[in-house]
């Protein structure tokens, strides 16, 4: 069925993603109810839970302001287990000791900060315009470069009770960076193996599970007009100063023109008067309008 109606302004959805669907689902549930072209800011693998941040309308837009942004995550890793995949959705062998929980404290810090990280095969890399994710399962055999990710924390919680080999743990990280790589780097450290078993995105950024929207909601095809009460205001998101213009300045910066400004070089949030624009940049004294947003 068609919808006809649409929401009246743009933001974005912090949607809380249930494990077992990919994030592309609910991409095109926001889509559907809200009427107008819809992107999530950071993909969750179908195995993983949590925020999944969705623009509406222009929104989207901001894409690559996201791709830095910070990240926490609750992960399980279960040792002694290999995974093509690198988590439980893969084809599994059991091989290797499961650690103590004072073995598994004594690498952490060995796998924080700036580290070089390889990516899964399994994963959504681009290798000579091809997905790593169909070249795996094509067979074909491949090795992707290692990439620098930061991360900042990675805290061991707990051992899972009814699990004798799997763990918890809160990790806090930069954007790009692959928990599921994590869980391998970290079985290699203890010189055993280790797979991601169970992933929950806590935050991405601006973004708290506290203030997720279940997706059963959506589920319930709500109205646009409904839907309008949960949209986060694009400027409340993003986290720059602000610069406000008005009349013939303000004109002029609309049409494409730099003007002059006392602002230091940097992002900013653009007003017009009272109103949100978008993105401006200031270089070198003077101040452009970069991304319409409103």
């Given at each position: 069925m068609?919808?006809?109606d649409?929401?009246?302004?743009?933001?974005?959805?912090?949607?809380?993603?249930?494990?077992?669907?990919?994030?592309s689902?609910?991409?095109?549930?926001?889509?559907?109810?809200?009427?107008?072209?819809?992107?999530?800011?950071?993909?969750?693998?179908?195995?993983?839970?949590?925020?999944?941040?969705?623009?509406?309308?222009?929104?989207?837009?901001?894409?690559?302001y996201?791709?830095?942004?910070?990240?926490?995550?609750?992960?399980?890793?279960?040792f002694?287990?290999?995974?093509?995949?690198?988590?439980?959705?893969?084809?599994?062998?059991?091989?290797?000791?499961?650690?103590?929980?004072?073995?598994?404290?004594?690498?952490?810090?060995?796998?924080?900060?700036?580290?070089?990280?390889?990516?899964?095969?399994?994963?959504?890399?681009?290798?000579?315009?091809?997905?790593g994710?169909?070249?795996?399962?094509?067979?074909?055999?491949?090795?992707?470069?290692?990439?620098?990710?930061?991360?900042?924390?990675?805290?061991?919680?707990?051992?899972?009770?009814?699990?004798?080999?799997?763990?918890?743990?809160?990790?806090?990280?930069?954007?790009?960076?692959?928990?599921?790589?994590?869980?391998?780097?970290?079985?290699?450290a203890?010189?055993?193996?280790?797979?991601?078993?169970?992933?929950?995105?806590?935050?991405?950024?601006?973004?708290?599970?506290?203030?997720?929207?279940?997706?059963?909601?959506?589920?319930?095809?709500?109205?646009?007009?409904?839907?309008?009460?949960?949209?986060?205001?694009?400027?409340?998101?993003?986290?720059?100063?602000?610069i406000?213009?008005?009349?013939k300045?303000a004109?002029?910066?609309?049409?494409?023109?730099?003007?002059?400004?006392?602002?230091?070089?940097?992002?900013?949030?653009?007003?017009?008067?009272?109103?949100?624009?978008?993105?401006?940049?200031v270089?070198?004294?003077?101040?452009?309008?970069?991304?319409?947003?409103?």
């Amino acid at each position: 069925m068609k919808r006809t109606d649409k929401i009246s302004f743009y933001g974005f959805l912090n949607v809380d993603k249930p494990s077992g669907l990919t994030s592309s689902v609910v991409v095109n549930k926001c889509k559907w109810l809200s009427g107008v072209p819809c992107g999530h800011m950071g993909t969750l693998d179908p195995l993983a839970s949590g925020v999944l941040p969705v623009g509406l309308g222009n929104a989207t837009r901001l894409f690559d302001y996201f791709l830095e942004k910070d990240k926490e995550y609750i992960a399980e890793f279960t040792f002694g287990v290999i995974s093509d995949t690198l988590d439980s959705t893969g084809t599994l062998a059991y091989d290797g000791d499961v650690p103590s929980e004072r073995e598994i404290t004594g690498v952490l810090s060995s796998l924080t900060g700036e580290v070089m990280q390889i990516p899964p095969k399994y994963s959504a890399k681009n290798i000579n315009g091809l997905r790593g994710y169909d070249l795996a399962r094509a067979g074909v055999e491949f090795e992707l470069p290692p990439k620098k990710v930061r991360i900042d924390c990675i805290e061991l919680i707990g051992k899972v009770e009814e699990k004798e080999n799997t763990f918890v743990f809160k990790i806090r990280c930069g954007g790009g960076t692959y928990i599921r790589s994590i869980a391998r780097d970290m079985g290699t450290a203890l010189g055993t193996n280790a797979i991601m078993s169970a992933l929950r995105r806590t935050q991405s950024g601006y973004f708290q599970i506290e203030n997720a929207l279940p997706f059963s909601l959506l589920e319930q095809d709500i109205s646009a007009k409904e839907l309008e009460k949960y949209i986060i205001p694009t400027e409340r998101v993003l986290a720059y100063p602000s610069i406000t213009l008005a009349g013939k300045t303000a004109e002029r910066v609309l049409n494409g023109l730099a003007v002059e400004t006392d602002e230091k070089d940097g992002l900013y949030k653009l007003y017009i008067e009272d109103t949100f624009y978008g993105l401006a940049q200031v270089t070198d004294g003077k101040v452009k309008a970069k991304t319409k947003l409103c």
